[in-house]
């Protein structure tokens, strides 16, 4: 492409298309990607970004995979799209089949959904219907932590950070939850009385109330990237079953092997009452998310009125969405996923560790593949995202946030390069705000 050309493609982006927590009228550059192969982004431009974000989490196999990108054309032969209600299809089914054998054994009840976003909607609905049908409809509020994330809608909204999670300005308009303090235990130490001590009290407070607790698992993802102790949360699985309340994970950022284990609830060996998993799950070729229950639960929505679970989308197990998810899912059990993720663990952990030294860095931390340096003021975004692009990196910081989280496919060699030029450019002060 031309430079001409370029340029009216983007005039028309910046003008006319909204981008994530973006503006139009005054908007950040964005970079126009021609194609994507393997772990390179290929820029209109000629340029080529390696790509340090799996495209936030879900493109564990790296772009243009030719097992995916078969799998995906041979079911457009067959069909694209099926309306779910009253009709079924082998997708959905081989998928559910795969899904309930590396979920918790427990679970045993899938609902397809078409973004993480809803995923949570239907669980905490799942979580507010379960104590009605069995007569305790006053049972109805969500019980969550502080720094989490979990979408952009309005139940969603409701029990991400109250002010972290990017949506104050709503707040009057959320349903009101119930927040307790994150953990302030880290990944690899055990919980003490005084971290378990804010929510057994707001357990002790409010069980009558609560239908859920809802939480990401061992990493606290979009919120604050956050690792936590996984005897913490073993704690708080026996503590929702001793005060009658469900327990919703958060798996869309943490499942399909991220942190070192398939999902993250296996580095505490507990199981949920409801799940849900989404971006990664088709190796983030199609959107598609899902809400996994347990017998219990679904049985317990659907014995009594209504009898049936009060949601529907559209788009409900797309047959194009469930064999990417299908093809994905076997990639990466027939991949050596444990020993690529604890590769890339061992390779950040070690590039990225001399930039607690920096003066202006808080810490260093790191788990599975994901790595995470922490500043202690601000990034500033235009000029350290440039910074990154003409070292050909592709990494989207945020907040006091500069983290990665890379294709599990990419080799020794590029994740060298990325884990080293994040050392680089972080340690310059100039890109961080001053205060
Ligand atoms: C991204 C994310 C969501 C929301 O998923 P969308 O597909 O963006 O709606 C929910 N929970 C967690 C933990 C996430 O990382």
Redesign the pocket.
């Known amino acids: 492409m031309n430079q001409q050309q370029i340029k009216q493609l983007l005039d028309i982006d910046r003008h006319h298309i909204w981008h994530p927590y973006a503006s139009v009228s005054d908007p950040l550059p964005s970079y126009l990607v021609e194609s994507a192969q393997g772990v390179r982004l290929k820029l209109a431009d000629g340029r080529e970004l390696i790509d340090g974000m799996a495209s936030?989490?879900c493109m564990i196999h790296g772009y243009n995979h030719p097992v995916m990108n078969r799998a995906l054309k041979a079911q457009i032969d067959r069909m694209s799209h099926l309306m779910f209600g009253g009709l079924t299809h082998e997708p959905a089914i081989a998928l559910t089949r795969q899904l309930l054998q590396i979920t918790p054994a427990p679970l045993q009840q899938v609902f397809f959904s078409d973004?993480?976003?809803?995923?949570?909607e239907v669980a905490i609905k799942m979580a507010i219907q379960y104590w009605h049908t069995q007569q305790q409809p006053e049972k109805k509020r969500m019980l969550s932590i502080r720094r989490?994330?979990?979408?952009?809608?309005f139940g969603?909204m409701s029990v991400c950070d109250p002010v972290t999670g990017m949506h104050t300005l709503f707040s009057s308009m959320l349903a009101e939850q119930i927040f307790v303090d994150a953990p302030g235990c880290a990944f690899d130490e055990l919980p003490k009385e005084s971290d378990l001590k804010p929510i057994r009290s707001a357990l002790e407070s409010h069980h009558r109330e609560v239908a859920a607790l809802i939480l990401?698992p061992i990493v606290?993802?979009?919120g604050g990237m956050r690792f936590y102790s996984p005897g913490w949360l073993k704690e708080v699985r026996s503590l929702c079953d001793e005060f009658n309340v469900l327990l919703i994970l958060?798996?869309?950022?943490?499942g399909f092997g991220r942190t070192g284990k398939l999902f993250a609830c296996e580095h505490a060996g507990i199981t949920p009452d409801i799940m849900?998993i989404?971006?990664a799950l088709t190796g983030g070729y199609m959107?598609l998310?899902a809400t996994l229950t347990t017998e219990a639960v679904s049985r317990g929505i659907c014995d009594a009125a209504p009898g049936v679970l009060m949601h529907g989308p559209t788009f409900m197990a797309n047959p194009l969405a469930c064999s990417a998810a299908l093809a994905s899912i076997d990639l990466l059990l027939h991949s050596q996923w444990q020993k690529r993720v604890s590769n890339i663990e061992k390779i950040l952990l070690e590039t990225l560790a001399p930039a607690r030294m920096f003066p202006h860095i808080e810490s260093v931390r790191v788990l599975g593949a994901i790595g995470v340096i922490e500043a202690k003021t601000s990034v500033r975004m235009q000029e350290i995202t440039q910074a990154f692009v003409e070292k050909g990196v592709w990494l989207r910081p945020f907040g006091k946030l500069v983290y990665i989280m890379p294709p599990f496919i990419i080799e020794e060699e590029d994740l060298q390069y990325l884990a080293e030029t994040m050392l680089k450019i972080v340690q310059d002060p100039q890109l961080f705000e001053s205060e």
């Open positions: 936030w989490w973004s993480g976003s809803v995923a949570v989490g994330y979990h979408g952009d809608t969603a990401e606290q993802g979009a958060d798996e869309i950022a943490t849900c989404g971006k959107t998310a």
